[in-house]
């Protein structure tokens, strides 16, 4: 292979080297003792050298030098493991360059001009090996070349795609392509002789959106600080929307200082994108919303087949996602019919005989004796072996697992054949603390122990049994467990509201969050044990708000409740640091206290902070806040006429957030909120996005006339007290319909009228009129609106960084701006194209900072010391480039500087330094240029052998004088 020109010594290199072939100018070596027959001595040395070194050190057998006639330094620019790899790179530069070598005069150029070329094929491998991932090669290397031609960035910044369209500057459109790379988008325009480029970096953009004019019938709009551009007459509009959606948000997740957003392994190494990889990858993301995945799930095969559904006594058609510990089916149309199984709960996937009514069967039987018919399976034979690999993996770690749990039961309790005493690891004081806290935790849940102390507890009861013979009946039809289906009975089932007495076990059901029980077993105790004593700041914060939640339920009066809701915080505080607690978790984790055993509320939690609301918990909210900027576009696309009427929908919005960081619990009644509770752990987020809709809808006409945003929130408040405080009454002793649904012969409509409260009419409601909005609809507005989100908090840490630093410093506001720009661009550079090295000190040097008393906004931006001297050239008031000792005075500079030592300088150090340089007096400047020839600026380790290095200064005067007052 060809490689990037490296300097030999030749006198040395003849010494491990045999020479086979040579030239004037090349030389094609072997390594001393390959292939020799003979046990020549210096041979077998070179050859044990190579075999003891790893196979990171080891040298290829074979390699080709540049040679200059004259010279002792070579050049290593070709090697290979087999002679004829090396042969063909000796015959091409034979044939292609030896004779344009013999016409150079000077000789020096001979050795610059093949170094080059060999940098060039080294690319031209590279653009190879990258076009050979794409559907159409050649097309894609002849673009990439255009790429590298016209704009000029570095190598390893790497192109994902390209699309040909127009921009629009007024109302001329330029014909040319729009390059999509891993950090810009550029687009290059030649028409009539004019040239018209420009490079855009996914760092600037702050909107992205599709818009329609009289003369675009439909166009792309990105929209940056400085001005905006329109993109249109793509061949497939939806897919370029849609890819540059994904690299501004991957881009800004990865480049701004997103606490809290994690991204794929695949995207953060942005070498290995490709549009095929941002194809899997969105897929992916609407697989785990749809199904509440782990956030760690990896979708593994996606194929087309039916499923027999015995509830409808057919095959329904649709999708199978296979995952690394799920198998997912869902319906053609989103939420008819859904179905997922757990590979836990998984016996055997094998296949059956093929008929012409059932082609290519697949039987899945699951712990349950129950059985999943899947048909209609392309390559077949290939995905039950994919499924039982993983299988067995999986059943191997459980088995594993329990080993080593019957292991540490068997240490706590010692056989009784033995008579003399031995450590066992545990006190029985440690032993019995242990088991008290594990009944503890696996008590019944708190609604169990305070029901009868709530008023109304027992005027529901004849409604509460209703509901629990429909769903008796369900589950007889549907099955019971996370493996049934879900279709649209269960989804009235739940709007009805489900029974105080299953509504546990459901929550675990719908989340899934049973099957992360099942897998880690004792984990919540243990968690809870290292939790215990330790005091921090999210320790601090939940024991500000315990007090806080649910106040006026008795099972939050009591030392009991409170215990446990301390303990489900405090553990999930210790498992995920990264969030730890934030606010509204507290009246999530005492609800699912209510209903479900203390780790199952844990586990629950988890579900919600982690899979079901992604990105909601966290410093700045973020999750929450994009889904807000979604909301305001779902109202103006749903709700134009109250769009229309209220231009400004952020107020809205502001009520509305609320809604969604609490499932509507701080806003409804306790009654009715748990309702909505009910829907959110069968819908997911969408099930608030429709709820909200149909909130704003009931009271389009008030809030269309509301003059302020008081008066909004008084109208939405009154009419959310309303809905939850008009409860049903209690039903006949005998309802109408009772008799059949009971006997199995019933159906959701032969409940009595009684039974629906105003909730559940407003949460029908909200299904008739929003349901067509599906899951993947939001996940594309989340992936745009995320963009505007990020770079909304990116305008507030300017905002509160500039006005942190102006106290301090004289420089004009407009003019500090412009140096934080300045300074956050060489940041992004950095990011950009910089290796995994610096990266790796970025990182363990954000959390240096993370223990340091700096504020989050003095240490939002920092600068190493290459960066800090490639901005020193800019902007010191001297010649940078004619000074001699511009490099010496630079690195103290930094040293003087970076007062922590952690070898980073800050925004505010920077910019004090440079309001130093440019507005203070005289003598503060002179003091500044002193300080750099002493110690910490002047260090020993400086390798400079300037005469700054050892500054002359007089010893027979004083440094300072101190002159007499007059």
Known sequence: MWLNPEEVLLKNALKLWVTERSNDFFLLQRRRGHGESTGKITGLLVGALDTVLDSNAR???FRILLQVPGSQISWVIASGAAIEEVNKHWDWLVHNLLHSLSVFENKEDVASFVRGKVKGLIAEEVRGRQAAQEEDPEKFREALLKFELHFGLPSSEKLVTYYSCCCWKGRVPRQGFLYLSINHMAFYSFLLGKEVKFVIPWADVTRLERVSTGLMTEAIRVSTRQRQREFSMFLNLDEAFGVIG???????????????LELDRVLQQPTRITKRILEEQALREYVLALFRLPRGEQLHEVV???VWTPHARCHTAGTLYTTDSYLCFSSREEGNCILLIPLSEVLSIEKAESTSLLPNPVIVSIRTKKAFQLIELQDRDELVESLNSRLRTLHWKQSMFRGKREGRRSLRSPTPYYTFYYDTGYSDEEEKEEQVLRNTVNSEALMTAFHQNQPGANGNKSMEQVKERLWDDHFSEFGRGVHMFRTEKIQRLVAMGIPESLRGELWMTLSDASSELESHQCYYTCLVQKSMGHSNLATEEIERDLHRSLPDHPAFQNPTGIAALRRVLTAYAHRNPKIGY????????SVLLLYAKEEEAFWLLVAVCERMLPDYFNRRVIGAQVDQSVFEELIRERLPELAEHVPDLSSLSSVSLSWFLTLFLSVLPFHSAVCVV???FFHGIKAIFQLGLAVLEANAAQLSASTDDGQALMILTSFLDQVGSEESSSPPSSPPGAQESGSGGGDITDIPAVVHTNITDLINESYEKFGDLTVRQI??????HRVQVLQAHEDTTKEN???????????????LADVYDLFKTEHLISLYWGDSASAAAAEAAAWHYSDSGRSYMERQYRLDRPQFKSLYGLLVPWPGGSNQHTDTVANRTFTLLDQDCDNLVTFREFAVWLDTLYCEELNEKVRLLYRLHIPPALTESEDDPAVMKSPLLSTNRPLHVNLPSV
């Open 246 to 260: 994904q690299l501004a948000d991957i881009a800004l997740r990865r480049l701004l200082d997103s606490e809290g």
């Open 779 to 784: 996940e594309r507005l989340r992936c745009r």
């Open 801 to 815: 960084a500039l006005r942190l630093v102006a106290p301090d410093v004289s420089i004009p506001p407009e003019n």
């Open 59 to 61: 040298v290829t057998p």
């Open 678 to 680: 009910d829907c959110f």
């Open 582 to 589: 934030c606010q509204s978790m507290n009246i999530l984790a």
């Open 304 to 306: 087309s087949c039916s």
